[in-house]
């Protein structure tokens, strides 16, 4: 990972083969937004909210990572990592959804912004889905 900071703002490089989600989480972040990312990944799985689990579509071969955004929280003691991407195959049909896990393919371009003054956390709702509680810090 490359990675440079200045006061809230970080632009992080991911290079090839690093682990999308737990190269996200290692920066330790805990309340912040994934403002936009671009690159490749392989190995992509797609996660589908069908109302009580994740349907997940595994993509094996390399996709253009057109699209990457989200948000880390803390839910309890765990950092979370919540983002959704949109993908294209080679051909140029898009894909996308909530990211379960992928590999970076060649790179990935991400830009961040920690948050100061709000803290965001997440607690489980009845709905199976960890909900998105945000206060003022």
């Not at 990972?1 to 737990?22: F, S, V, Y």
Request: proline letters at 2%.
């Amino acid at each position: 990972m490359i990675k440079a900071n200045h006061e809230q703002q970080l632009a992080i490089r991911l290079e090839d083969g690093e682990e999308l989600i737990p190269s996200l989480l290692a920066l330790g972040i805990d309340s912040g937004i994934i403002l936009n990312g671009v690159g490749m990944l392989r190995e992509l799985e797609l996660g589908y909210w069908n109302g009580k689990s994740y349907d997940i579509k595994r993509i094996d071969e390399p996709v253009e990572l057109l699209s990457l955004q989200g948000n880390f929280a803390r839910k309890g003691e765990e950092r979370v990592v919540h983002c959704h991407t949109t993908v294209s195959k080679q051909g140029g049909a898009a894909l996308g959804g909530h990211v379960i896990g992928a590999i970076v393919n060649n790179t990935a371009e991400i830009f961040i912004h920690k948050l100061s003054g709000i803290t965001l956390r997440r607690k489980m709702e009845t709905t199976g889905l960890a909900g998105l509680y945000p206060q003022k810090s």
